[in-house]
Nanobody
Framework: QVQLVESGGGLVQPGGSLRLSCAASGGRFGINAMGWYRQAPEKERELVAAIISSGITNYADSAKGRFTISREYAKNTVYLQMNSLKSEDTAVYYC?????????????WGQGIQVTVSS
């Protein structure tokens, strides 16, 4: 069982920055991918950024050049540094973890954290 605790959301003005954190407890050595999704009102949940065990990252086009995902293995924590924020980045952001064991892989989601970009 993996538990996820997200932090770092809030209200920021356009052009500002925020850093989201997601700390995973349990299953440290089975986590082979971590990432962030977001869901805006009346829209589907979408991938923002992900990082796999090898360090390879993947970003949505909307995030490229502005967001950076990183993972601190010692703390089993994934970060999303968001710069040059726009109003369209307003959404609930969800941490996403893929945990794999001998029986297969399981996806875990955080509870979600609100990011609001507004003047």
């Amino acid at each position: 069982q993996v538990q996820l605790v997200e932090s770092g959301g809030g209200l920021v003005q356009p052009g500002g920055s925020l850093r989201l954190s997601c700390a995973a407890s349990g299953g440290r050595f089975g986590i082979n991918a971590m990432g962030w999704y977001r869901q805006a009102p009346e829209k589907e949940r979408e991938l923002v950024a992900a990082i796999i065990s090898s360090g390879i990252t993947n970003y949505a086009d909307s995030a490229k050049g502005r967001f950076t995902i990183s993972r601190e293995y010692a703390k089993n924590t994934v970060y999303l540094q968001m710069n040059s924020l726009k109003s369209e980045d307003t959404a609930v952001y969800y941490c996403h973890v893929r945990y794999c064991a001998a029986y297969g892989c399981t996806i875990y989601w955080g509870q979600g954290i609100q990011v609001t970009v507004s003047s």
